[in-house]
């Protein structure tokens, strides 16, 4: 069983940024692809960054490329989203989302583990 703790949520004014956190719990958490969804009111789950095991590769969705930063710290077992430059359609719940056999198939917007999620509120 593998459990996922996001922190790092909250209000924020448009331009502004905010770092997401999220822990991975088990021995073997280093060995996870780990990545970030989000889900905005009203719409489906959307994935916006995965990293790898190794944080060698790293893959963002449009809508957040060149603003948002994902990496990890395997000796923490913890990954990090930096959203720098938010705006109002960045408000969502994100959700930390864990791949336990090490592939990439969070990008094509599926998981095996997810957090309870945080959430991000952007004002205009």
């Known amino acids: 069983q593998v459990q996922l703790t996001e922190s790092g949520g909250g209000l924020v004014q448009a331009g502004g940024s905010l770092r997401l956190s999220c822990e991975a719990s088990?021995?073997?958490?280093?060995?996870?692809?780990l990545g970030w969804f989000r889900q905005a009111p009203g719409k489906g789950r959307e994935f916006v960054a995965v990293i790898s095991r190794t944080a060698g590769i790293t893959t963002y969705s449009d809508p957040v490329k060149g603003r948002f930063t994902i990496s990890r710290d395997n000796a923490k077992n913890t990954i990090y989203l930096q959203m720098n430059s938010l705006a109002p359609e960045d408000t969502a719940v994100y959700y930390c989302?864990?791949?336990?056999?090490?592939?990439?198939?969070?990008?094509?917007?599926?998981?095996?583990?997810w957090g309870q999620g945080t959430q991000v509120t952007v004002s205009s």
């Open positions: 989302a864990a791949d336990t056999s090490g592939s990439f198939k969070i990008a094509s917007g599926t998981a095996d583990y």
């Open positions: 088990g021995r073997t958490a280093n060995s996870y692809t």
